[in-house]
């Protein structure tokens, strides 16, 4: 699939010290200093819409196309079976610059896919031959957002494998039936001391301490991973969180 979008520069100051605009039409000026500028724009009712530049990385070996819509990614669909661990209510929040506008993106197809407590992907055979699981299809799935650029997910916290801090992987594609078209991939990381207390629990703690945290992966250290720690709350008997995402439109 040929990928004709990019990223808006992320140069200068962090997302965490986003500019305000009043119009849509600062967002051009002022996107190559700042991570992320706040603007009103599109469908939002009047609302402010955070658009938000995030840095790529890297695919890795465990990404399958299943095609498998759904919210709730914690059930295997082959035989009904729920992986154990802490849910993990996630919101994706996605937007385009265009035109000197940031709005909503809607129809894009958001996958995600991740290892469970005990650090086992679904639909891959492991390299080091830890695992065979190449006909299940738990922790894997994608939804499209919607009107408001929205994609949600049921998830767990994720385990862990060696040489890796704790992600998840996501992928965003604006038409994957097409030869051309957006596609968008990275990885979502974890505050290293909610981790820690989250794999103390069972089944986590079943696995042993870690072995790598998020400054010791070279993926994080190399491509941003500072830029995509997911910030949660507690939510009942797990946590609940929201990503903002932009993606350049050209």
């Known amino acids: ?37 706040t603007a009103a724009a ?24 299943t095609r498998l819509e759904r919210s709730d990614l914690r059930s295997d669909p082959t035989d009904g ?5 802490v849910p993990v209510v996630l919101a994706f929040h996605v937007s385009r610059f265009d035109d000197d506008a940031c709005t909503p993106l809607a129809g894009a197809v ?20 830890r695992f065979d699981t190449r006909e299940q299809r738990f922790l894997r799935g994608y939804q499209v957002t919607d009107s408001r650029g929205m994609a949600r997910f049921t998830t767990l916290y994720p385990g862990w494998y060696s040489g890796r801090a704790v992600h998840i992987h996501f992928k965003i594609r604006t038409d994957p039936e097409a030869d ?15 981790t820690d207390r989250v794999h103390q629990q069972p089944p986590y703690a079943e696995r042993g ?32 969180g929201d990503f903002q995402i932009a993606l350049a439109m050209h």
């Open 1 to 37: 699939m040929a990928k004709r979008g990019t990223m808006p520069s992320r140069q200068g100051l962090s997302r965490r010290q986003m500019l305000r605009c009043a119009g849509v039409a600062a967002v051009a000026s002022l996107w190559g200093r700042a991570g992320g500028v």
């Open 42 to 65: 599109g469908d939002t009712g009047g609302a402010a819409l955070v658009c938000v530049a995030r840095p790529r990385q890297t695919e890795g070996p465990y990404f399958v196309d």
């Open 81 to 85: 079976t729920r992986k154990p661990g």
């Open 110 to 129: 958001v996958d995600l896919w991740q290892c469970d407590a005990l650090g086992v992907y679904s639909g891959v055979q492991d390299f080091a031959g």
């Open 180 to 194: 051309l078209g957006l596609e968008f991939t990275s990885q979502l990381y974890f505050d290293d001391a909610l």
């Open 209 to 240: 301490p870690r072995n790598v945290r998020n400054d010791a992966d070279g993926i994080y250290r190399r491509s941003g991973g500072d830029e995509l720690v997911l910030d949660l709350t507690e939510s009942g008997e797990g946590y609940r």
